[in-house]
């Protein structure tokens, strides 16, 4: 609200007027044309505002104070900052104020809540700029400083309240020396550290006022360095500590060691009590109240304080001039030894720290002293700044840091030093570098793959594990500065040399290394490439391989050597021996292999061949995967693509992995140009690149298609993965039709690993080169090429998938065919069952647009007829019952139905003709099977519809594969949203309603006229429901229709599972509740026409309903009740309309009305979700009532229209049930209204607190729009003195709870004045959050009060109770000072009862004349 309310200062009492947010800080003043405050004497109000200056002043300082948002405490800042201040010529009224304000400023720096703290040093700030520097108002910190004495009046006030902060700080560290504990608890000092901060930033050290003073100043500063020196020695032994955050090994005690010291110090607790008291109450006595866990509360003071200490100290060294710059014009007021003596300390600070958030907050101050001594004309101070670089790279060779904090603050201690000033950048940094490489260049690898895969405990053997190797440390700064956005084109030269370190160091013994360099890795993806986006994302990051290897050239060879070496260890798994074959001795000498009982391990990973896996493997392919596609290279000459024009049209290598991609890829061979050279040893050969073909992706072509046949189900899809950017453009065609038909060519004797990765080969480079924007020529080889190759597969691997998904291979675990098929269909499915898509949208070629459609619509009705129909309806393929359990089993399912539902999809019919022959009608033209266009002849043939009922039912009533049975139910609930229904009436509704019924009840239901049993996945269930939930809402069908035996029965057993009497899954009750609104039409035409009885069960139902809904729209509820409940309200408001226009079917009966309490509480909903926290639920609320109204409204428009709309008929029912629920949430009090005030004026804070859950809900506005719809309920009904007097005594309440809340005040403003306690500062105890939300609603109430009692004879009384009560608080001395908007309020509404009851009446406009916060107002 804080911003909202700085919006609106300037029009808070201009009646009618939009308020909207501001644009700027300026915009209050210039509109209102408000002056500058004048604090004790009277202002008048701005023009056209009726607003003081003054009142906005302490509004704003009330922000400051109260607001929890950082960003409405810097609007207000900012707006105060702005603000104007005339000197007063009797400065006592002002200095007064702010004398008041500072104590409530000092309150709050002494906070130990983060937020409470910043609040108080803003307002020190703003005090000491506005009237300590400008006013020259002279400020005590407290009674005990040395301003109150007469000797220091000729010390410059500003001085002096410098002075009063150093003082305050020092008491609480000397607090900090002596008791640890109690001054974590009693007297933080991070507050008055930031306060410090700010009045140092705020000196203008080169005025003459300073100047003049320049020795008090040059004390004062020199005092104040030394005190936070002294602050960071209390502090610094506990965040040195092995682990700091708490979380503290066995093997590291000091942490806990040293607290427990702490504590036992502190003599608060026994040692053997602070690990396990969390935060428990000392009955014995009044202030013993811990704060929390004690050594959370320890570490939390001393992190903060060094936190801040580290602002003050950089303050310190940068803002005042120093010695050591030459300027003549100034005095010196820090000398260049004390600047060098901060920085040593913040250089110690950030290397000796393990805290994160303590080293992470100093690292920015000692990049700013870096960046000061840096530029300084003292030579020594430039001369530190390189000795702490080179102190930050050797001492990583003898430094003990925790294994745990990944070198803690030495990273950013290298950084600083090096980004603080531009010339250090390129002065320090090659330097670092080369030192950096060099520490890292021991990687301790090994040669042998035995070794390189030796176990961290042989090499812990060896190394003392409490630290870090000296590798570890340079390669943490490597990444940190690689990291580092200042940095991005100076680090650019060493990212080359840093792709080596990291794929090198995976391959070391040392589990530290590899872990650091997979992170090294990372940095350098992020840096070359960006951040990772989807996969399904084919726009790559704009980099391709010659731009990567032209900008990183060393790059290129390595990177071979890396595959090379990956695939020689891949090749080692051909030599891994089959399991052991064990002659039966007692047998006939038959020879078994010997299946171990237990699955082992260690054989599982022989096996799959995982452990022959190059730790480089992965990031050499990531990298390669990462890259763009580019255009052929410039190195294939005009000869070499004439000899390689037999690739480009298709030619087919024998086996797909021999020869097949890299000869369609790579320009062929000149021997007398281009030596060859060995590779591996098993006598492969690649390119070996001269200077002209340096950097062709063609060297990395085979070696990543060798890897695609690997057993490693992972490494083939990253070879896949990585294999598409290596091919150009103009050549994917050539080799995707290559790689497939290749498989066609192999046919059953391929390998089911190697097809497998041929497949995601294909699937890759038709997802890179095609998917996205690609041109005619692209989609014409497509459709040409490679949809027949692709196609031509169908027999091989699809022909027998029974056998597939159904078949029980003893001994083996799994079923790779099935694992093939899947990957197969996944390609159909993406690309050439919906191929229209992406083939026809923008293709200009008419013919081959026209060819598209013939082809592929002979593809899906081949398929549907010649084997989707007869696999998925057959009973062997989906009623097995361990066909799920196979690997690739269920997708390969899934992937048929996919395809089924497409097929049906498809608009095309089947033409049987007389003959024989079928045709094929697409849109307006016949074709014949070959494609050629026909005439249509009508009447020699008949067309032929295929009906998918049998294969859908099939599919719906088999529970083992429920990812089929969703797929099927979400396309038809895609169907039924978008109102394509015809797909039902082909399906036949009679056969699917009785089905998708079965899954709205549970076992023991009987409401049905099939016992069909419901599904066993919720998922399915909330999908059938939801569907029948459309179908109900877009359909004709009635309660006649519906196959329930019992409309009632049916629906009070959808309401029985959504009491709670049985457990219902959340995405089946929520579902539920969505079909409710849409039977609730179907369930008031349940009763005959003139059945009164009958009739009002139903009214009960429905309001029982209405209630249920309300509650799930509670903030507590979670967000899937809150969108179900949405989403059934549109439902239901949809269906109305529908039946309101008339538009339903004769033969339905028709529907009695909805009872108008049910409509009230779900007008009431709307209310609730318009606000809703969750900015889906609300801007869908938005969305349905804009386009019920024909116009584009935000959330907040929206709901303002929905309330100001509702003007009931006086001739219709009055709303009771809606006007007592606006009434209560005006009223806000569920109990007595003293325990509520007191509550709200309490000065104690729960640590955690109830808080309402919706941040969204504006309550403030929310009360003015009840306000404005009862008042215009009031004046509807105003000839109905019944309800009106009904109304006016509940709205009476809230008249007689401001009386009880001043009472309540009064009493308990004295017991605290006894007890010292500073509940509120100079805006009053009504300056109180809570409190200021109740009170403005009760104003309200009480308006609402005058405004009906004049509208009803005998409740004339009420108007004088209101000018009572109204008049007793203004006149109150002992509630003074009132918050300035509630005493205006307060005014406001004794003046309207007087008038009100001198006139005997209120005007409507009056009413809500000022409903400030509401901008529809019309």
């Known amino acids: 609200m804080g911003l909202r309310w700085l919006g609106i200062l300037s029009s808070f009492f201009t009646p009618g007027r939009p308020a909207q947010s501001p644009e700027s800080s300026m915009v209050p003043f210039e509109v ?112 005990d400083d040395e301003q109150v004495d007469a000797a220091n009046m000729d010390v410059p006030c500003d001085v002096l309240f410098a002075r009063g902060l150093l003082a305050r700080i020092s008491r609480c560290r000397m607090a900090a020396e002596s008791n640890l504990l109690d001054a974590a608890q009693h007297s933080p000092l991070h507050g008055l550290l930031t306060a410090v901060q700010y009045v140092v930033a705020e000196i203008d050290f080169a005025s003459s006022e300073v100047q003049a003073h320049a020795g008090l100043w040059r004390e004062w500063l020199a005092a104040l360095a030394q005190e936070s020196i002294d602050v960071t020695r209390v502090v610094l032994s506990v ?23 702490i504590i036992r110090a502190a003599g608060a607790i026994e040692i053997s009590d602070a690990a396990s008291d969390i935060s428990s109450d000392d009955e014995g006595g009044a202030g013993n109240e811990p704060a929390g866990p004690r050594q959370q509360v ?141 520490l890292a260049s021991d990687l301790q690898t090994d040669s042998e793959a035995d070794k390189a895969v030796a176990s961290d405990s042989e090499a812990a053997s060896n190394t003392d594990d409490t630290t870090d190797l000296p590798q570890v440390h340079a390669i943490n700064m490597m990444r940190t500065l690689l990291e580092d956005h200042t940095l991005a084109s100076d680090i650019v030269p060493y990212v080359e040399h840093a792709f080596v370190v990291a794929l090198t160091g995976l391959r070391s013994r040392r589990w530290a290394i590899r872990n650091v360099c997979s992170l090294l890795f990372a940095a350098l993806a992020r840096r070359v490439f960006g951040n990772s986006r989807g996969r399904e994302e084919t726009k790559y990051d704009g980099i391709t391989g010659r731009e990567l290897f032209t900008r990183f050239p060393g790059l290129h060879p390595f990177l071979t050597r890396q595959l090379e070496d990956a695939v020689d260890r891949l090749a080692e798994i051909d030599m891994v021996q089959d399991p052991v074959e064990i002659t039966d001795d007692e047998g006939q000498g038959e020879q078994t292999t010997a299946t171990p009982p237990l699955v082992d391990p260690a054989s599982a990973v022989l096996r799959t061949g995982a452990r022959f896996i190059h730790p480089a493997l992965y990031p050499c392919l990531i990298l390669l995967a990462r890259l763009q596609p580019t255009l052929a290279d410039a190195t294939v000459t005009r000869e070499d693509s004439a000899v390689n024009a037999d690739a480009e049209a298709g030619v087919v290598a024998e086996a797909p992995h021999a020869e097949s991609a890299t000869s369609a890829v790579a320009p062929p061979m000149n021997l007398d140009r281009e030596p060859l050279t060995r590779v591996n040893e098993r006598n492969s050969t690649v390119h070996v690149t001269s200077a002209s073909t340096m950097l062709s992706m063609y060297s990395f072509t085979e070696l990543v298609e060798l890897c695609v046949d690997s057993p490693v189900f992972k490494t083939r899809e990253m070879a896949a993965r990585a294999f598409a950017p290596l091919v150009p453009s103009e050549r994917a065609a050539s080799v995707v039709t290559s790689l497939l038909k290749g498989v066609y060519d192999v046919g059953a004797t391929i390998a089911a690993n190697s097809c497998h990765g041929t497949l995601c080969q294909v699937h890759e480079l038709l997802r890179v080169h095609w998917r996205h924007d ?283 599972q959504l009491s709670g009497s049985v457990f219902c899954p959340l995405p089946v009750a929520t579902a539920l509740v969505e079909l409710q609104a849409a039977l609730v039409h179907l369930l008031l035409q349940y009763p005959e026409s003139g059945d009164s009885a009958a009739i009002s069960d139903v009214n009960q139902r429905t309001f029982a309903w209405a209630q249920q809904i309300y509650e799930w729209t509670d903030p507590e509820r979670a967000a899937p009740y809150r969108l179900a409940v949405s989403h059934a309200l549109v439902t239901y408001s949809a269906i109305k309309r529908y039946i309101e226009a008339g538009r339903t079917s004769p033969r339905q009966r028709p529907s009695a009305p909805v009872d108008a309490p049910s409509e009230e509480i779900m007008r009431l909903c709307y209310w609730r979700l318009l606000q809703d926290d969750d ?116 709205a009476a309440r809230c008249v007689e709870a401001l009386g009880e809340a001043r009472g309540v005040l009064v009493e308990s403003r004295k017991l605290m004045l006894e007890n010292g306690v500073v509940l509120n500062g100079v805006l009053g105890v009504t300056s109180v959050s809570a409190l200021f939300s109740l009170l403005q609603s009760w104003i309200l109430g009480a308006r609402l009060t005058v405004f009906a009692a004049t509208r009803v004879g005998d409740c004339s009384h009420l108007v004088d109770r209101v000018i009572e009560v109204a008049k007793s608080w203004v006149e109150s001395e002992e509630l003074q000072p009132l918050h300035p908007w509630i005493a205006r309020a307060m005014r406001q509404l004794g003046e309207t009862a007087v008038r009100a009851k001198e006139a005997s009446s209120m005007d409507y406009d009056e009413a809500v004349s000022d409903l400030f916060l509401l901008t529809c107002v019309e």
């Not at 803003?122 to 300590?132: N, S």
Request: with cysteine.
């Open 32 to 143: 209102a044309a408000l002056g500058a405050p004048n604090f004790g004497r009277g202002q008048l109000p701005a023009q056209g505002s009726g607003v003081t200056a003054d009142e906005i002043v302490t509004v704003l300082t009330q922000v400051l104070i109260d607001d929890p948002f950082d960003a409405n405490r810097a609007g207000a800042f900012e707006l105060l900052t702005s603000w104007p201040l005339v000197r007063a010529e009797d400065g006592g009224a002002a200095q007064q104020w702010a004398s008041q304000l500072l104590g409530r400023a000092l309150h709050l720096i002494g906070s130990t809540r983060a937020g409470e703290s910043e609040s108080g040093a803003l307002i020190i700030r703003w005090l000491f700029r506005k009237f300590v520097v400008l006013q020259g108002v002279r400020l005590g910190i407290d009674s």
């Open 239 to 261: 965040l040195t500590s092995a682990s700091p955050e708490g979380n503290i090994p066995a093997s590291y005690r000091e942490m806990e060691d040293t607290i427990d010291g």
């Open 298 to 438: 320890i570490l939390s003071y001393c992190w903060r304080a060094v936190k801040e200490v580290s602002g003050v100290l950089a303050v310190v060294a940068t803002c005042p001039p120093g010695s050591d710059q030459s300027d003549e014009s100034q005095s010196a007021l820090i000398d260049s030894e004390l600047v060098s003596r901060i920085g040593g300390l913040l250089h110690t600070l950030l290397t000796s720290i393990r805290h994160r958030g303590a080293f992470s907050a100093v690292h920015p101050a000692f990049a700013r002293v870096c960046g000061r001594m840096f530029s300084s004309a003292d030579v020594e101070l430039n001369r530190r700044v390189s000795e702490w670089l080179d102190q930050c790279v050797d001492i990583a060779t003898i430094c003990r840091v925790s294994v745990t904090r990944r070198s803690a603050g030495w990273p950013l201690c290298l950084l600083a030093t090096l980004t603080c000033d531009k010339l250090a950048t390129q002065a320090l940094l090659p330097r670092a570098m080369d030192k950096l490489f060099a």
């Open 774 to 1056: 690609c041109d005619a020529g692209m989609r014409r080889a497509f459709v040409m090429h490679v949809f027949p190759a692709l196609t031509a597969l169908w027999p091989i691997l699809v022909q027998a998938v029974d056998k597939g998904v159904t078949e029980d291979k003893a001994g083996e675990h799994f079923d790779v065919t099935d694992v093939v098929r899947h990957q197969y269909l996944v390609l159909v499915n993406e690309f050439a069952a919906r191929g229209e898509a992406w083939l026809l949208p923008g293709l200009g070629d008419l013919g081959l647009a026209r060819t598209t459609r013939v082809l592929l619509t002979r593809f899906r009705l081949t398929m549907l007829y010649g084997t989707l129909h007869p696999v998925l309806t057959g009973s062997h393929v989906l009623t097995q019952p361990n066909g799920a359990q196979v690997a690739g089993a269920y997708g390969t399912v899934e992937e048929l139905v996919r395809l089924f539902l497409a097929c049906v999809d498809d608009d095309a019919l089947a033409v049987v003709r007389d003959d024989g022959s079928v045709q094929l009608r697409i849109g307006s033209d016949v074709v014949d099977e070959h494609g050629s266009r026909m005439a249509a002849d009508d009447d020699v043939s008949s067309e032929v519809l295929y009906n998918p009922w049998s294969v859908l039912g099939s599919v719906l009533a088999n529970n083992s594969f429920y990812e089929a049975k969703l797929l099927v139910l979400e396309w038809m609930l895609e169907h039924a949203s978008h109102e394509r229904m015809h797909i039902f009436e082909r399906i036949g509704i009679d056969s699917l309603l009785p089905r998708l019924i079965a899954d709205t009840q549970i076992a023991s239901d009987d409401c049905g006229d099939l016992m069909l049993q419901p599904s066993r996945d919720p998922r399915v269930r909330a999908a059938a429901i939801r569907l029948l939930a459309q179908l109900c809402t877009r359909l004709e069908i009635d309660a006649r229709t519906l196959p329930v035996r019992d409309m009632v029965t049916y629906w009070d057993a959808i309401a029985g």
């Open 1175 to 1290: 900015e889906e639920i609300r801007e869908y609320m938005a969305r349905s009532i804009s386009r019920r109204l024909g116009r584009e409204l935000s959330c907040d428009q929206a709901c303002e229209k929905l309330v100001l709309d509702f003007r009931p008929s006086s001739n219709s029912g009055y709303p009771h049930t809606y006007v007592r629920n606006r009434l209560r949430y005006i009223y806000g009090v569920d109990g007595s209204v003293k325990q509520a005030v007191s509550d709200a004026i309490s000065p104690g804070c729960a640590l955690f607190a109830h808080e309402n859950p919706n941040i969204y809900i504006d309550e403030p506005r929310n009360v003015q729009l009840a306000y404005h719809s009862l008042v215009t309920i009031a004046d509807i009904y105003a000839g109905t003195e019944d309800s009106v007097r009904e109304l006016t005594l509940e």
